[in-house]
Nanobody, 124 residues
Framework: QVQLVESGGGLVQAGDSLTLSCAAS????????MGWFRQAPGKEREFVGS????????LYAESVRGRFTISRDNAKSTLYLQMNSLKPEDTAVYYC?????????????????WGQGTQVTVSS
């Protein structure tokens, strides 16, 4: 059973930075694409970013491009999301996801494994 555990969320002010981490329970995820999604209250879950198994391909939602950076350390089975210049509209629960393939984009149904989420709140 693959488990994903997010950490690093919290309450920050607009303009601050925050780094989320996602630890995977099995090293199999070193061969799989990973992604970050988020869900704000009353809204649907939305794509944030994805990274291929070898970090050669990264995709970002338009709303976070240039501010967020996704990365991974396969040796540590850990996924990261560096978030800079945070805005109040970035407030959401952030979810880590893993796909059973090497490359994946922004479609939630492409991902097979999900974490429980970590809350990020950005105050104005």
């Amino acid at each position: 059973q693959v488990q994903l555990v997010e950490s690093g969320g919290g309450l920050v002010q607009a303009g601050d930075s925050l780094t989320l981490s996602c630890a995977a329970s099995r090293r199999i995820l070193s061969n799989n694409a990973m992604g970050w999604f988020r869900q704000a209250p009353g809204k649907e879950r939305e794509f944030v970013g994805s990274i291929s198994w070898n970090s050669s391909s990264k995709l970002y939602a338009e709303s976070v491009r240039g501010r967020f950076t996704i990365s991974r350390d396969n040796a540590k089975s850990t996924l990261y999301l560096q978030m800079n210049s945070l805005k109040p509209e970035d407030t959401a629960v952030y979810y880590c996801a893993g796909a059973r393939k090497s490359y994946a984009g922004g479609v939630a149904s492409d991902y097979n494994y999900w974490g429980q989420g970590t809350q990020v709140t950005v105050s104005s």
